[in-house]
């Protein structure tokens, strides 16, 4: 008999071209961006983008700054987490998009598109995790 269940526990690292790893997290800039002060629109975006993705939405929060109208916030995922920083005075917005499992990440930049129109976007990538 399995101890406490854990031999049938589901590993969530992900296995890709001979790779094992936690999973991907993605450093997103966006530069030249529009409506970075619109909470309805921030959370739109992280929530649209999130369920494109395949992810698990556990939790939202949100929080809109005041006098320059910046919003901070992070959706908790079962697969890991999505925040953002925006700085609407600049039209800059700050990401990050960690997923594991079966989620892909990158399908939530085209959300983060719409939603913003960026004219730049800035996107780094690291897996986290990674097993020797």
């Known amino acids: 008999m399995a101890e406490s269940g854990l031999a049938d526990a589901k590993d969530f690292f992900v296995e890709r071209n001979g790779l094992k790893f936690a999973g991907i997290h993605l450093l997103i800039d966006l ?20 369920e494109a993705a395949g992810a698990t939405i556990l939790h939202s929060h949100m929080h809109h700054f005041s006098p320059n109208g910046g919003v901070s916030g992070v959706l908790v995922l ?7 920083h925006t700085w609407p005075e600049r039209g800059y917005a700050a990401l990050d ?16 598109k719409g939603a913003f129109r960026p004219e730049r976007v800035v996107l780094g990538e690291q897996k986290r995790g990674m097993m020797a």
């Open 97 to 112: 998009v960690f997923m594991c499992g079966d989620c892909d990440p990158y399908k939530t930049i085209p959300f983060l």
């Open 31 to 50: 530069w030249g961006a529009s409506d970075l002060d619109r909470l309805d629109v921030v959370e739109s975006a992280l929530r649209g983008g999130a």
């Open 78 to 84: 079962a697969e890991s987490h999505i925040s953002i």
